[in-house]
């Protein structure tokens, strides 16, 4: 079975530009997270989707959106990009249900390479 | 929100076991700890997870403090490819949210 894809894998923007990064979850799993890692640093935790809606979201301004679609992929968007967003963005899925979030396992992506110029 | 506190690096011979600590002092009694590692340029990678028991997989052990508030990652023979960066985290669930507060994670360094 496949993993969690996300894609593009790399990419360049110009400040200013915005920005769309796709993710796939593992077949079954209907919650999708987004993280954002800068060089040197953990990740920091973006957004939660469960079954379309968002469940949470972290310190982040509102140039950070996202979306779940009905098969469950998501779409994480920044706009007005920034210098500092040059990042690795990480999108996790996981089987979760109300009763049982804090004891599954989140599998993560392989990540996208967002650089600003 | 939890915490999570880890030695910056460490270093171990191969084939010798390898026991990372974390302290995690405001831990609450939903909070799963759970620890990743990560490769260079590769997304973090599941290692293990537990509430209050030890627990045992093919990857590692997780020995769980009486208290909660400290946890020990323990491989049991390292190999060169277990040289990453281990984070030690606790699942927080707040309402329906089950985000990962990563730290900045323990760099291990396995010697030949």
């Known amino acids: 079975d496949a993993g969690v894809t996300q894609s593009p894998t790399h990419l360049i923007k110009t400040r200013g530009q915005q920005v769309t990064l796709r993710c796939s979850p593992i077949?079954?799993?209907?919650?999708v997270s987004w993280y954002q890692q800068v060089l040197g640093q953990g990740p920091q935790f973006i957004f939660q989707?469960?079954?379309?809606?968002?469940?949470g979201r972290g310190n982040f301004p509102d140039r950070f959106s996202a979306r779940q679609f009905p098969n469950y992929s998501s779409e994480l968007n920044v706009n007005a990009l920034l210098l500092g967003d040059s990042a690795l963005y990480l999108c996790?899925?996981?089987?979760?249900?109300?009763?049982?979030?804090?004891?599954?396992?989140?599998?993560f992506g392989e990540g996208s390479w967002l650089t600003v110029v | 929100d939890a915490k999570t506190t880890q030695p910056n690096s460490m270093e171990s011979n191969e084939e010798e076991p390898v026991h990372l600590p974390c302290n995690h002092s405001?831990?609450?009694?939903?909070?799963?700890i759970h620890w990743y590692r990560q490769l260079p340029s590769q997304g973090p990678e599941y290692v293990i997870h537990?509430?209050?028991s030890n627990v045992n997989n093919r990857m590692a052990s997780l020995a769980i403090a009486e208290d909660r508030k400290s946890s020990t990652l323990i491989l049991h023979r390292a190999t060169l490819r277990d040289a990453a960066v281990y984070y030690c985290?606790?699942?927080?669930?707040?309402?329906?949210?089950?985000?990962?507060?990563f730290g900045q994670g323990t760099t291990l360094q396995v010697k030949p």
């Open positions: 996790a899925s996981s089987l979760e249900g109300v009763e049982t979030v804090s004891g599954n396992t989140i599998y």
């Open positions: 077949s079954g799993h209907k919650s």
């Open positions: 989707y469960y079954e379309k809606e968002e469940r």
């Open positions: 405001t831990i609450s009694g939903t909070d799963y």
């Open positions: 537990g509430l209050t």
């Open positions: 985290i606790l699942r927080v669930t707040s309402g329906n949210t089950g985000k990962l507060i």
